[in-house]
């Protein structure tokens, strides 16, 4: 099973950007899916943004924009213009099955999460 470790999480003003970094050990992302995704207190997990296919690099999704750097074994997620709803625990996920949604449920290895808090 590909092992997930996050980093990057913090503390960030209002209209602030971040970026989370996950990186990758035990087997090579190249032909993994691979997503972000966020708990919010008192919330379930969401998706926040996935790549699901194996030739695709970047995907945006509103301010978010999700990245892999497949020579790192690395990917990424850009978050942009920060609210404080976008505070929660931003877990990293992969799974070696393809073309799926970007739900938990379809992601079978993650990373131990990262602090994301958003506030003046």
């Known amino acids: 099973q590909v092992q997930l470790v996050e980093s990057g999480g913090g503390l960030v003003k209002p209209g602030g950007s971040l970026r989370l970094s996950c990186v990758a050990s035990?087997?090579?992302?190249?032909?993994?899916?691979i997503g972000w995704f966020r708990q919010a207190p008192g919330k379930e997990r969401e998706g926040v943004a996935c790549i699901t296919e194996i030739d695709k690099d970047t995907s945006v999704k509103g301010r978010f924009t999700i990245s892999r750097d497949k020579a790192k074994n690395t990917f990424y997620l850009q978050m942009n213009s920060l609210k404080p709803e976008d505070t929660g625990v931003y877990y990293c996920?992969?799974?070696?099955?393809?073309?799926?949604?970007?739900?938990?449920?379809?992601?079978?290895?993650w990373g131990q999460g990262t602090q994301v808090t958003v506030s003046s």
């Open positions: 035990g087997y090579r992302l190249d032909y993994y899916a």
């Open positions: 996920a992969a799974d070696n099955e393809l073309h799926r949604l970007c739900v938990q449920t379809n992601f079978g290895s």
